[in-house]
């Protein structure tokens, strides 16, 4: 680039008689840029753009990592150098970055394991979680002085589900999570908690890494209500519910009269899955109702829900059973064998929410036997001692939803029709250009 005063000076000596390559010599510059300024195709104090050399070679990179998402930056630069591209690796990658030339894998999708509407946009609209404590359960449940009951509703809305759990550790409200938005039919953008110590943490209320991993699975981001908005978590169904400041929504109040009804009239000696059966009865006959909205009278809209994962979030139960006399574990219903030698020893039942089967184990983890899941409340008992297994690699979960690696990574791809194309237009272009024709 010259500056004005050596364009100045290009000029005065152009007046005086001098050559183009007398004033190059003169100014120390390469004659073609004394001409280019002369000619009026440059202008003086203006840098040129650099010439692009990449994009020649556009195209063909572009079909090249079209075909195959995952071939490494330097297996195409010593392609497109072979077909003639003058510049230096760390040119090319900036050049790739830039163009955004490498396209998704579809294979390699955080969320490829979920439905259809993972892709779809989910609505703004919150699931409302909440505990309640069901208390003096029957003998038989074998709980001790109460059971608890998880809650999803939809603010607004009479569509409400209710499930039984174990307790509310970690995995279990997973699982009861899971399955209440499963018997709903869908999930929401955003789920709203109580200060659950599961959740989030007491004294701060922020969410728990853990959950908010498992929300994400589930494409929902977690919302803390207030502590002055909330009783604490686990609030009686047979006492009644206290009071919270602000608004109660009517929807929600008419599914906890529901709850305390249902409750109330539960008979002693119902099972378990008996009664989680009458609950979903009674939640389903009440999604068809419909209130009037505001004064206009109109019906209120159906639920705005989106597809869920195909499988559970991957998080690991662990359950403590004492052997019975006739060397069964019951869990969850149903009776599954192990060595009648075992016969009063405690042992724990473990299972990982995303797989159709359990492992039943010693105190210490060495695996006693594994059986396939039966499906809970259904009394049966397993025959056959189970596939034993020697050693049972726990899965960490903080990593269980960690897609496997992409089965195209490491095949073999070769040159597509369309790329070989690609190759033959720049290889005539190189050509016409060596031998200095003309060129298009």
Known sequence: ????????DVW????????????????????????????GDRIAGVRSPAQ??????????????ADDPHLPASVLYDEVLALGYPGGYSTFTRALRRHRVRPPCELCRPDRHRGDGSARHRSDEAVRFEWLRLPDPPAHWGYEEHALLLTASLPGRDHWRGVVAESADFPELLEAVDQLLRRM?????????????????????????AFAEAARYYGAEVDIRPA????????????????????????EEAGRRAVRRWWRALPAGIGLWA?????????SRMDGRRRPAGNAGAAVDAPALTDLPDTPFPARIHARRTVTSQGQVSYRGNYYPVPADLS?????????????????????GAVIARHALAPQGAGLTLTGRGRAIV??????????????????????????????????????????????????
């Open 1 to 8: 680039m010259l500056t004005k005063e050596e364009y100045s």
């Open 391 to 440: 050693l049972d690699r726990t899965t960490r979960t903080s990593r269980a939803d960690t897609p496997p690696p992409c089965r195209l990574e490491k095949e073999p791809r070769p040159l597509s029709r369309e790329a070989l194309a690609e190759a033959d237009a720049l290889r005539g272009h190189r050509v016409v250009a060596e031998r200095g024709e003309p060129q298009d």
């Open 228 to 251: 002055d908005r909330s009783d604490p978590p686990g609030r009686s169904a047979r006492s009644g519910w206290s009071a919270r400041s602000g608004r109660e929504d009517e929807a």
């Open 12 to 39: 005065e000596l152009r007046r005086q008689g001098w050559s183009i390559s007398a004033i190059a010599r003169h100014l120390g510059r390469d004659r073609k840029t004394v001409r280019a300024y002369l000619d």
């Open 275 to 283: 009664a989680q059966d009458g609950l979903d009865r009674l939640a």
């Open 344 to 364: 009063g020893a405690v042992v724990q039942v473990c299972r990982r929410l995303d797989e159709p089967f359990l492992s039943i184990t010693t105190t210490s």
């Open 185 to 209: 039919g869908g999930t929401t953008g955003r789920w709203q908690f109580d200060r659950t110590p599961a959740v989030c943490c007491p004294t701060t209320g922020r969410v728990t890494p």
């Open 52 to 65: 692009d050399e990449f994009s020649r070679f556009l195209p063909y990179a572009r079909q090249r990592l």
